[in-house]
């Protein structure tokens, strides 16, 4: 069905209340075409943008449990308080919605880096599983697939790498199939990370 806020409309297979947003000021720009359970939007307040993400609605391109969109997005708050990067959008914050959860960036302008986390592209291999744990670790994962797509293209082979090797060895560790062989907390990741960043 087709929603319409602000003038706008948007993809969404049943209504949701989405009045929250009039916090972030008038809609500007609606992605609805997430396969994560997300529906994004841009807002604008006093001459400031903002990017939200919001995971609680049944959005038009997820076949999935709404609570585990939910859950995914709350999973990805760690990793945005902890890596910092000029070259990622800036997180501001997050709030319970009702039965959704929220995460707002400050607005980037520029093309969009391809997928954005919480979708497929992004996701460790748990994260398919019905009922597997969803912790830390995961997040490592999340971590390393970031790391392919900043300096990899997207891609996972050495020859698509931009860094040096050893850190290619970190971002494949970390985004390894086995939980077991990954970095075992995010803290070890970065060190690991900042010992051969040089």
């Known amino acids: 069905m087709i929603q319409k806020m602000d003038s706008l409309k948007f993809k969404i297979k049943e209504p949701y209340d989405f009045s929250f947003l009039g916090e972030y000021g008038k809609i500007f720009k609606v992605f609805d075409d997430q396969d994560s359970g997300n529906i994004c939007f841009g807002t604008e307040k006093n001459g400031e943008r903002y990017f939200v993400k919001f995971a609680g609605a049944k959005t038009a391109e997820y076949s999935g449990k709404t609570i585990d969109a939910v859950n995914r997005l709350k999973a990805t708050v760690s990793v945005y308080d902890t890596l910092r990067h000029k070259n990622l959008i800036e ?44 912790d830390e670790i995961t997040n490592v994962y999340t971590l390393g697939a970031m ?40 803290k070890e990741l970065v060190k690991e990370w900042n010992d051969y960043n040089v």
């Not at 997928?115 to 019905?130: N, V």
């Not at 062989?181 to 995010?186: A, D, T």
């Open 91 to 134: 997180y501001i914050g997050s709030k319970e919605i009702s039965s959704g959860f929220a995460m707002i960036f400050k607005w980037a302008n520029g093309e969009c880096m391809g997928r954005m986390w919480g979708s497929s592209a992004f996701m460790s291999p748990e994260e398919f599983e019905w009922g597997a744990v969803l």
């Open 147 to 186: 790391a392919f797509a900043l300096f990899g293209d997207y891609k996972r082979d050495i020859e698509s790498w931009i860094l040096n090797r050893e850190l290619f060895a970190v971002a494949a560790k970390a985004t390894s199939d086995d939980r077991n062989k990954r970095h075992q907390s995010i």
